[in-house]
């Protein structure tokens, strides 16, 4: 039990490829899926499961290659949309699922194959539909490159200039933080983000499919560039409805943001 009073039960979901997916529980209710994004695991989402513990049974999870998940090479994004199949059959067989940022793409295209997902949350998808913002061509490359070469800081720095668009004196205000240890720790997994966002073209004809219910969630506080992919992400989903929460910069507070998830899931 953590500080806030929430109990959480551990387990551990075995993927096709045969990988374990380590995921922690908390809450009563129909299971619900957190997918984080970069530099996210399982604690990571943590503080939104025990804000939705109260209507839901939240599955937060270490994608692979975090935590204590495994991690099987070569990486391909399909494995980890056949991570979220195994997290949904170890939640019953039937599961809401809501993904934030390169984990709101995943969680997108799980739906777009026909996994039973009762209702879909998406957070700022990071798709470029304009001018601004977005990822960059060969970005999953050269990450791969600078971790391979033990230059696991300058990786972390390379995706938060080139892929979030934080300035550079910005990320060097950054380095030798305990925040910056916890980036470098995951910077491996960084090349995994960027492939999931590919180019960042809006896959319409992909997102077209989906027959889920849907609400695509922004912040007040992003960037335009990250606004104007959550309305187009919606706009091109059929029949999903796009909300605007208060927020800060690609994030929005646990609790604001549960009981909108809560109304527009549930109703």
Not at 2 to 30: C, K, L, M, N, Q
């Amino acid at each position: 039990m953590t500080p806030d009073g929430t109990t959480w039960t551990v387990g551990s979901a075995r993927s096709a490829d045969g990988t374990a997916i380590a995921y922690e529980t908390a809450g009563e209710g129909p299971p619900v899926i957190l997918i984080g994004g970069a530099f996210n695991d399982r604690s990571t989402t943590r503080a939104l499961a025990a804000a939705l513990a109260a209507d839901f049974t939240t599955y937060g999870y270490d994608r692979r290659g975090r935590g204590g998940s495994g991690d099987t090479a070569p990486y391909v994004v399909q494995r980890e949309i056949e991570d979220v199949a195994a997290l949904i059959e170890a939640a019953g067989g039937l599961a809401y699922v809501y993904g934030l940022s390169s984990g709101a793409i995943l969680a997108a295209y799980a739906a777009a194959e026909g996994l039973p997902i009762a209702g879909l949350a998406l957070f700022e998808p990071p798709f470029q539909v304009g001018p601004e913002g977005g990822p960059k061509a060969e970005l999953s490359e050269r990450l791969t490159e600078l971790v391979a070469a033990g230059r696991r800081g300058d990786a972390v720095e390379l995706f938060l200039t080139d892929a979030v668009g934080v300035p550079a004196e910005a990320v060097a205000g950054m380095r030798g933080t305990p925040e910056w240890s916890w980036m470098e720790g995951l910077a491996h997994t960084l090349a995994y983000d960027t492939t999931v966002t590919g180019d960042g073209t809006l896959p319409a004809a992909r997102l077209a499919t989906i027959a889920t219910p849907t609400v695509v969630v922004d912040s007040a506080g992003s960037p335009r560039w990250l606004r104007d992919a959550a309305a187009a992400t919606a706009d091109t989903i059929p029949g999903a409805t796009h909300r605007s929460l208060p927020g800060g910069f690609h994030e929005v507070p646990p609790e604001e943001l549960a009981p909108a998830i809560r109304a527009d899931l549930l109703g």
